[in-house]
């Protein structure tokens, strides 16, 4: 069903093949397009923005619904919606998976 494709990365430029079991995973997944960036620029692409994330990502404070302590979220509590520390977020979120 799927055969060995060579593709051009549109990071560097260079020819990269698209193996039969990459494309395999991709269909799995549910993904529909064929990757654009050769495995290396892929690699380097997920670090730089990782490293964004963290660097740039304000944390706003915050009390817990559940327990009162002190706490911080990455996004402005508008206070409309619950805000929940990460013990009470992760035992909330176990309640509702079983």
Known sequence: MFEDKLLICKEC?????FSTSE???FSVKGYT???????ACRE???ARIGKQAL???TRYPSVCAEC???TTVPFKPLGH??????????????????
Request: with cysteine; proline share 5%; aromatic share 10%.
């Open 13 to 17: 430029g260079s020819e990269f093949t």
């Open 23 to 25: 494309q395999e995973d």
């Open 33 to 39: 397009n064929s990757p654009g960036r050769c495995g």
């Open 44 to 46: 380097s692409r997920k």
């Open 55 to 57: 660097i740039s990502q």
């Open 68 to 70: 009162g302590s002190q």
């Open 81 to 98: 919606k619950p805000i929940y520390c990460c013990n009470c977020y992760g035992s909330k979120k176990a309640v509702n998976f079983n």
